[in-house]
């Protein structure tokens, strides 16, 4: 029973991470209905105030980022049920998705409902969240997507209400559309 378990939540890990396909998550995972019947609450995180819209696991699997439409990003060690770090996003509306740069724990790139996409660091063993994030991209509507790009620490798409798809790199000033 317990290897049944651990199975689930590796695929669950190489799943969010890109590494194993929906489809053969699927045929591996929901098709056991004795895995999903023994399926229990593992911890019971408590922060946001408001709906949750996001979760994103870094890659190593160990940090948890959710945010919301409180507006607060948190990273959480998810295995422990603890809160390493809660800041304000700096959106003035509700966090849609939140992405960590791969190979980068300490870099988050978050979109939302009044059209802007941001980016804050933190310092994990501080606790320290980020002073205030830089707006990276403005869109029309709102920014409801990111995107990362395979194998790049740095560089992301995003996506809007307007129909617009924005080029980003960290490593650059200027946002392409």
């Known amino acids: ?34 895995l999903v019947k023994r399926l229990s609450l593992h911890n019971n995180l408590e922060h946001h105030q408001r709906c949750v819209n996001t979760l994103h696991f870094n890659m190593s699997g160990d940090l948890l980022a ?43 790139v978050t979109c939302a409902a009044d059209g802007k996409v941001r980016v804050g660091c933190f310092h994990l063993p501080s606790g320290e969240g980020p002073r205030s994030t830089k707006c990276l991209t403005q869109d029309d509507g709102e920014a409801i997507r990111l995107c990362r790009q395979p194998g790049s620490d740095s560089e992301f798409l995003t996506c809007g209400g307007d129909g617009a798809v924005f080029y980003a790199d960290l490593r650059d000033e200027k946002v392409k559309k």
């Open 1 to 34: 029973m317990a290897r049944a378990a651990n199975l689930f939540v590796s695929n669950l890990q190489h799943r969010q991470l890109g590494i194993l396909s929906p489809m053969n998550f699927s045929r591996q995972t929901s098709g056991s209905c004795g």
């Open 66 to 108: 959710s945010g919301s439409d409180d507006r607060d990003i948190v990273i959480w060690d998810w295995f422990k049920g603890d809160r390493k770090i809660a800041y304000n996003s700096g959106h003035i509306k509700g966090v849609f998705q939140v992405k960590f740069m791969p190979y980068n724990d300490t870099t988050i």
